[in-house]
């Protein structure tokens, strides 16, 4: 189709699709008006049972817990599906030094932008962890510090240049990092099943309402997914800068020329 | 204008489209698909709203205030890393596609010759040199 | 419905349109991270402090910064056949 | 005797376990992937495989006439209340995840050091993909199925490009943004639903859509999911993703792809419509006029469309198209005898079809060519795998042996009195794409068939399969599948078929389930042979036959090719135009 019919089509479907969509909205309860049965539930139990503040918390790492298992590892396969793309062309061998593209000067870091990112670097490490640890009690958990703190690593990148943070990081231990959280949070469902309990099951003790160590089963299971997402977006944003590095070398074939 | 969070999140999903179908560029086009992906968190969360709720978070408030709903949040928690997933992906494929055929125009980027056709150009099926 | 909701809620259709709308990749992420932000107001408004912190560290902050290295990554083929053509 | 010692296991402790295990063993992998030797993940990947297979047939033995339900961290409902995340395993989706653990345990064989190189990364996708898959047919939670749809569309992605060829990237792509619109539709669908049913869980669901009588909502919930499966189902006018992808990601990928991922996508379409969309009338007026109306289509266009490829593994992909409308056709019967079939014909075509793309595998490795013209007679060194590829393209076409067979049978004897037009599609869609097969088979084993001469419609990339395998390891798995189809007996089936169609619909659906009628087999294989031998023998047929055919065949058939652009905007184009269609079937319903 050429671009001009394609759009065309398009939005004969679209205009056909509103009235649907209207009837679909008028239909819908009003905005703000009501909560459904099951969250008004869940609001109304789950502090009481699990001695946790933040029900979101709650839902993710105990009562929907197999989906952020799902979640995880959609993550974990996006991730390794990006090392597998990105280094599929560069080879596995090269990974772990840095490259650099000829002709491109190493452009000096200014003191100053140096010191920002040493001290701010900390700090959002901080503050990450920060909200990792408070998963049961204030907004944030284990997905959302863990991507802080992966964030922290970068200012690293901006403060010591490529090679320095290089250096600091290297592939294989993220790799672990991510498959260990990973194991962690698996872990979690299945040790539950030794004590005859369910896949999942909160069996260990349950601390108190509004401590930092509330929520038994789910602390640990934060700080799988803590460790898991920052070992991966870590080795997403490794993975993508090495890709504005790469010299054009000779074209490769994929993983296995296959 | 109880309706308006509703029709919001149709507009993103039909403006998404419609960048979609319309792109030019694979970069472009990835941010039109999350364009569509925020269409769900819109309708989600709208639909999990109460007014004069709190957020469902008992830290200052005693339990047993009236909330919002917690499993709406959830589920576009989960929503954002898959649109973080995605976006990535994606992103690795348009680069890869770059480096293979030098260009960035869907228009220009057909996966293969069609196999029977006989019809078909054949300079269509060339790589184009690099 | 409150009117900072009801702005909030235009500010969202018109970023996300935005971001449909600018056409040239390495201006769109800004528009992409604009839409980011207002997001992440929207949800704090929302009563929803735990998706807005997921949407600021991800939506306003990781994605665009991927975006940016892969343009970043065209560019520097693209900078290679220049050179070598 | 083992069924005695398995009946006294307590049988909901094994449910969580062919999610997890795979998950455990593949976050390990990943862990651990520098540390290993070389050929641990082949092994690790194979033995997990084959444990899901046992783990998911002891369960779906357990769960008799009847389904065993789990709940996840303890959360058992309350005063009928769902609170957290439940499986369901009944026996058909039991068997169907033992099919799945099969079919990936003989994949892990097929791709034997095919990717050794990559630090397991293969095997842990492949896994992963296991895993979703497994979780998808056994959840009972409409956001959990959205979860290991994601999981499942996630993997894949990835797994297609594997090859980072031209083609595969731009297939990647085609695919990524296809079907990540396809979970956006989903995850809005289940908004819809949320809000009027106000749970998650599938009984919860269908009691609010029961309850909710003619509802825009619940109507406007149900488009938007079917849409989402009816993506991932290849149904016409959204199969357009699946030629792209199929033709271009390794073998062993397109195997799962064909063989489980595409039928999924109907089993899930057909577990909701008949557990949680039973109750709305608006909604069963609407299913058999979408679902065998496209169905059709898709059986029709789907053949006709490979019929037309040289390109071996297009060829079969498309082929996937017209099967998955001949199994989408089941659910638009809303009859037992409809389910039974579909849910046999997911398992007998997943065989099958697996086995012809481990073929097509064996002649990229082994000949170094994919396309049908250029390998005219050079599959003859390698006879068993011709006689295999002549088998699996009978057993496609309907012979009535087997599995597939039984699955056919029993739809076609759905059809005969109430839908004689899809009956018609149904066979249609068998001898065609049992043609294609065949000629195909005929031409590389046999040497059949014109010589080309031109060039022009060739395949663009040179593309191989590394070769560092031997032939037997290949094709073991390949005739396995075969075998498996062939030899499971329809008396099995026919005795287990009411009571596990009763189950996996939650009750909904029941009657009888009896044969059918034996004369369409014949008939669609007959058809097959026919227009085999045509395509073959042509150049020695008298001009006066050939040039009418070819002449009314080609206007429609470039237009079809025009269709199948491979611009990502017409997909998402054609994507509107079916949504629109869906949601006037149910307006006007």
């Not at chain 1, 840095?98 to 452009?107: H, S, V």
């Not at chain 4, 084959?50 to 008799?64: D, H, K, M, T, Y």
């Not at chain 4, 995850?187 to 269908?206: M, N, P, Q």
């Not at chain 4, 006689?387 to 059809?415: K, Q």
């Amino acid at each position: 189709m050429s671009p001009r019919l394609r759009l065309a089509v398009l939005g004969v479907a679209l205009l056909a699709l509103v009235p649907g969509a209207a009837a679909t909205i008028a239909h819908l309860p009003d905005f703000g008006a009501t909560i459904a049965a099951y969250g008004e539930r869940i609001n109304a139990i789950a502090p009481g049972e699990r001695h946790v503040a933040n029900m979101v918390s709650a839902i993710n790492f105990d009562l929907r817990g197999l989906d952020t298992l799902g979640e995880e590892f959609m993550l974990l396969a996006a991730i390794t599906g990006t090392v597998v793309l990105l280094r599929g062309r560069r080879g596995e061998t090269l990974t772990d030094r840095a490259m650099r593209l000829p002709g491109r000067a190493i452009l000096p870091r200014s003191e100053a932008v140096q010191l920002t990112c040493r001290l701010a670097g900390p700090l959002l490490m901080m503050f990450g962890l920060y909200v990792v640890l408070h998963a049961t009690v204030t907004p944030g958990g284990g997905f959302q510090g863990g991507v802080i703190l992966a964030s922290g690593t970068l200012l690293a990148y901006l403060g010591e240049g490529y090679g320095g943070w290089r250096d600091m990081v290297r592939s294989h231990w993220l790799d672990a990092m991510e498959g260990g959280g990973a194991v962690l949070f698996t872990v979690c469902g299945l040790a539950p099943m030794l004590t005859g309990a369910a896949f999942m099951q909160n069996v260990l003790p349950l601390g108190t309402f509004r401590d930092v160590f509330s929520g038994g089963l789910m602390l640990v299971e934060n700080a799988g997914v803590a460790l898991a997402v920052c070992g991966g977006f870590t080795q997403l944003f490794l993975e993508f800068l090495e890709e504005t590095r790469e010299a054009d070398g000779p074209e490769e074939p994929g993983e296995d020329s296959a | 204008m109880t309706w308006l969070p509703y029709a919001v999140a149709a507009w993103l999903f039909a403006i998404g489209l419609y960048g979609l179908a319309s792109s030019r560029n694979l970069i472009h086009l990835v941010g039109c698909l999350s364009v569509c992906q925020s269409a769900t968190y819109v309708l989600l969360l709208g639909l999990g709203y109460r007014y004069g709720s709190i957020a469902p978070i008992f830290y200052d408030h005693p339990p047993g205030t009236p909330a919002v709903d917690p499993v709406m949040q959830a589920l576009v928690l989960t929503d954002i890393v898959v649109g973080a997933t995605l976006s990535a992906l994606l992103l690795v494929l348009t680069v890869q596609a770059y480096k293979r055929s030098g260009t960035l125009d869907p228009e220009h980027l057909k996966p293969m010759s069609r196999g029977g056709d006989k019809a078909a150009p054949a300079t269509s099926a060339k790589h184009p040199a690099r | 419905m409150s009117a900072i909701l009801i702005l909030l809620f235009l500010l969202t259709a018109a970023s996300g349109t935005a971001v449909v709308l600018i056409r040239d990749p390495a201006r769109q992420i800004f528009a992409l991270a604009g839409n980011g932000v207002v997001l992440t107001i929207l949800f704090t408004a929302l009563q929803a402090p735990d998706v807005a912190l997921s949407e600021l560290a991800v939506g306003g902050a990781a994605v665009p910064l991927l975006f940016l290295v892969a343009l970043m990554a065209v560019r520097t083929g693209r900078r290679d056949e220049e050179h070598e053509g | 005797m083992i069924a005695s010692l398995l009946a006294s296991w307590p049988p909901a402790v094994l449910v969580p376990l062919p999610v997890a295990i795979p998950l455990l063993v593949c976050a390990a992998l990943l862990a651990t992937a520098h540390l290993l030797p070389g050929r641990t993940p082949d092994i690790l990947a194979t033995i997990t495989a084959l444990v899901v297979s046992g783990l998911s047939a002891i369960i779906a033995v357990q769960a008799g006439d009847g389904s065993v339900d789990y709940w996840f961290g303890g959360w058992q409902p309350r005063d009928g209340i769902a609170l957290g995340i439940g499986f369901s395993v009944d026996a058909a989706s039991g068997w169907i995840g033992a099919f799945i653990g099969f079919l990936y345990a003989c994949t892990f064989v097929f791709a034997w050091g095919f990717f050794a190189r990559t630090h397991g990364h293969f095997h842990i996708l492949m896994l992963l993909f296991l895993a979703a898959m497994i979780g998808f047919c056994f959840t009972r939670d409409l956001f959990n199925l959205f979860v290991w749809f994601e999981v499942m569309s996630v993997a894949a992605f990835a797994l297609t490009a594997y090859h980072l060829a031209r083609s595969s990237i731009i297939g990647a792509i085609n695919f990524t943004v296809v079907n990540s619109l396809a979970g956006f539709l989903m995850l809005g669908g289940i908004g819809l639903l949320y809000a009027r049913a106000e749970t998650l869980d599938f009984a919860g669901i269908a009691q609010g859509v029961a309850h909710a009588g003619r509802d825009p909502v619940v109507a406007g919930g149900f488009c938007l999911v079917a849409a989402a499966l009816m993506i991932k189902g290849a149904t016409v006018p959204f199969q357009f993703w699946l030629a792209d992808a199929h033709a271009v990601a390794p073998s062993p990928v397109s195997v799962i792809f064909s063989g489980a991922m595409v039928s999924l996508g109907i089993f899930g379409l057909a577990k909701l419509s008949a557990v949680v969309f039973d109750g709305s009338a608006q909604i069963r007026e609407a299913i058999p006029v979408l679902m065998i109306g496209l169905g059709a289509i898709s059986a029709v266009l789907g053949g006709w469309m490979a019929l037309l490829q040289r390109h071996l593994k297009r060829l079969l992909a498309f082929s996937t198209i017209s099967h998955a409308g001949i199994m989408l056709i089941g659910i638009g019967t809303l009859s037992a005898q409809g389910s039974a079939g579909l849910l046999v014909y997911v398992v007998g075509h997943g065989l099958v079809k697996g086995g012809l793309f481990m073929i097509a595998g064996i002649l990229l490795a082994t000949r170094a060519s994919i396309d049908e013209i250029a390998l005219r007679g050079l599959g003859r060194g390698i006879a068993p795998a011709g006689v295999a590829m002549a088998v699996a393209g009978l057993l496609l076409a309907g012979l009535p042996v087997g599995l597939l067979d039984t699955g056919a049978n029993l739809l076609h004897g759905s059809l005969t009195a109430a839908h004689p037009y899809a009956l018609a599609a149904t066979i249609a869609g068998g001898a065609l794409t049992g043609a294609a097969v065949l000629r195909a088979a005929g031409r590389i084993f046999l040497g059949l068939g014109e010589d080309p001469g031109d060039e022009a419609g060739a395949p663009s990339e040179a593309e191989r399969e590394k070769a560092d395998r031997p032939l037997w390891l290949m094709l073991a798995p390949c005739c396995a599948m075969l075998a498996l189809d062939a030899a499971l007996p329809a008396s099995w089936i026919h005795g287990m078929a009411p009571g596990a169609v009763t189950a996996f619909s939650h009750h909904a659906l029941r009657g009888m389930v009896s044969e059918g009628p034996a004369w369409p087999a014949w008939a669609s294989v007959a058809g097959a042979l026919g227009l085999a031998a045509f395509a073959l023998f042509r150049h020695r047929l008298p001009r006066l036959v050939v040039g009418p055919i070819r002449a009314t065949q080609s206007a429609p058939t470039r237009a079809l090719e025009a269709l199948h652009s491979g611009l990502i905007g017409d997909y998402v184009a054609w994507l509107a135009v079916g949504l629109a269609l869906m949601a006037g079937v149910l307006a006007y319903a």
